[in-house]
């Protein structure tokens, strides 16, 4: 049996090397979300959520990790949108 796909108390579960970083990221975080929204969610309800998405994403260009956003970061950019006014 491929040792891969068994899970044992005993042994450390095999990391697979390609998410190393992949997992942190935020875009890899939208895409996920993006992508269960794609399959569940009305075509409006997508398309608006994706552009918010983007829009708080392009806020924070400097970040690229999801540990990188503080609660600070959050309240800032609501505060920001709540300036900009109706869209």
């Known amino acids: ?29 939208c895409g996920k979300y993006e992508s ?13 959520y994706g552009r918010a998405l983007s829009k708080f994403i392009s806020h924070f260009p400097q970040k ?3 540990y990188n956003f ?3 970061d959050f309240e800032d950019y609501k505060q920001a949108r709540l300036r900009e006014g109706p869209v």
């Open 1 to 29: 049996m491929n040792d891969q796909l068994t899970t044992s108390a005993l042994k450390p579960r095999l990391e697979d090397s390609q998410f190393d970083d992949e997992k942190f990221k935020i875009t890899f975080w």
């Open 70 to 72: 503080l609660r600070a």
């Open 36 to 48: 269960y929204l794609f399959q569940t969610a009305p075509s409006a309800t997508y398309e608006r």
């Open 64 to 66: 690229r990790f999801t």
